[in-house]
């Protein structure tokens, strides 16, 4: 009796997520009309920046995807592994450079960054400033003296207490307020510059839960050799705390590629800012499942890439599992 | 005989009223190996870390290799101590994201500013002196605790010290690896190196120890020679404690 009820139950089921499955792959396939998709792929990819020069923001992207290609299933060893490192330190500057222009390339404002470009530049660009300023912030909350330690812990506290986007509102439209009439800082600048102050409050906790990890005896091992303070932190200390951190400093990232998407909200036309601006396009209107499953799809990739990177640079400053 | 190292009138409390040193005084002259023993909470450990500045004073003064330290705890002279004394730590305290010769090479090259090359060759001198030569390349999680041990012993030695603070650096050894540790502590003190050893193993003390000194609640008992010490130690509670050990 009860195995009946069992399998009758196991064949509803199965029957239900077969017409589920079948009824999207007939939408995907027939139902769908991807034109607002296909049409638009140098949209999607670089906003609207200059026809003639759209290959400047492509040529970042590809050198982007070369390099974590490399990384990922390049060389084990030689020069081109040992040159990683400054390649990807180098690749923040070559966006900024290829998108701005100057130095021999024609000059195009922010208004026409836009896409996927201006989502990875936003991501890499607040996450290269957030993680050093997110450091020193963890440092000053675990520092001997009491008005380091109160600031920081309570500048920690602040950023954690108030939404991201109150952050993005005060750093597009009050922050100009401040400034002398004339002096005008740009729209991205500011966007990454309030992310990257978000995000080093939320680095700061994950680099202390690391600092924390590091048993005393080990600064005094350090102490004991002669090394200077200075020293022992960066020689001994961080190096190991930064390693225990790197998982929960890789939700980080992955939390601050998917928070760029509300700079939409403030008028930058990233990734979700171009897909709303499409969407307004009287030609493509009520497309929405359309161009929201494939910003899923695009937003799901960029995340995968950087958590495979990450797995991959735990795994590299693991001493015994890459040694051998 | 020029002095090493010279306590007089140490005094240092954790807690208020409960004295881990409690008016040590002793004399260490150079060349000597100078076993302290004494049961768990008797200031032994405390004592040796306050030789290097781990521990600060409360009052009384230090003289260590010449170099003065007192409760004003000066940085300078803490610094100048450290450059001269090295110390090898129960829990071996290696750098677990170092490989051995960096572990070995790191304060030579940083704070000594040795040439890379130079280090690594002295490293890898000491570390065949250890018995160790092969492991040079594997990191320490790889390593046995007696390896670690003497991993670490060449890492104090790489700086050249001429005082050597062995904080009980065999009690974190499963039994078997306890020799390996000792025999290299052993050669240490063959060749004429300055000691001071906190450790339980009275084979060790018996046949390497210049002076036994015994420590109980922050005093020094007694201090003799090792043969007066194992078979007629004078003091009531030296005798309770070997009895104990044995």
Known sequence: ?????????????????????????????????????????????????????????LLWMAVLITLTLLTLVGPKRGWVRRWLPLAWIAMAPLGLWLLAGGLGLLPVGTRSWGGLTLTLLLTGGSGALALPLGILLALGRRSDLPVLRWSSAGYIELMRAVPLIAVLFFGQLLIPLFLPPGLEINRVLRAVVAFALFAAAYIAEDVRGGLQAIPPTQREAAAVLGLSPVQTLQLVVLPQALRIALPSLTNQAVGLLQNTSLMA???????????????????????????????????????????????????????????? | MTVAILASDLVKSYTPGLRALDGVSLQVTSGEVLVVMGPSGSGKSTLIRTFNG?????????????????????????????RRVGMVFQQFNLFPHLSILENITLAPIKVQKRSKPDAAARAIALLDQMGI??????????????????????????????????????????????????????????????????????????????????????????????????????????????????
């Open chain 1, 1 to 57: 009796m009860n195995r009946w009820l069992d399998r009758s139950i196991t064949l509803l089921i199965l029957a239900l997520i077969g017409w589920a499955g079948w009824s999207l792959l007939h939408w995907l396939l027939v139902g769908a009309d991807w034109s607002v998709v296909t049409t638009n792929l140098p949209l999607y990819a670089v906003g609207s920046f200059p026809a003639d020069q759209r290959w400047r923001p």
């Open chain 1, 265 to 324: 909200i403030l008028g930058l036309v990233e990734l979700l800012g171009i897909s709303r601006s499409l969407l307004a396009n009287p030609a493509f209107i009520g497309r929405y499942l359309e161009v929201y499953l494939w910003l899923a799809a695009v937003y799901w990739l960029a995340c995968t890439a950087m958590a495979l990177l990450a797995r991959h640079l735990e795994f590299q400053l693991d001493p015994v599992r890459s040694s051998r």
């Open chain 2, 54 to 82: 781990l521990e600060t004073l409360d009052s009384g003064e230090l003289d260590v290799l010449g170099v003065r330290l007192d409760a004003a705890h000066e940085e300078r002279q803490v610094r100048a101590i450290r």
């Open chain 2, 133 to 246: 030569g092969e492991q040079a390349h594997k990191f320490p999680a790889q390593l046995s605790g007696g390896q670690q041990q003497r991993v670490a012993i060449a890492r104090a030695l790489a700086l050249d010290p001429e005082v050597m603070l062995f904080d009980e650096p065999t009690s974190a050894l499963d039994p078997e690896r306890v020799k390996e540790v000792l025999d290299a502590m052993r050669q240490l003190a063959k060749r004429g190196m300055t000691m001071v050893v906190v450790t339980h193993e009275l084979g060790f003390a018996r046949e390497v120890a210049d002076r036994v000194m015994f420590m109980d609640q922050g005093q020094v008992v007694e201090t003799s020679d090792p043969q007066t010490f194992f078979t007629s130690a004078r003091e009531e509670r030296s005798r309770r404690f070997l009895s104990q050990m044995m």
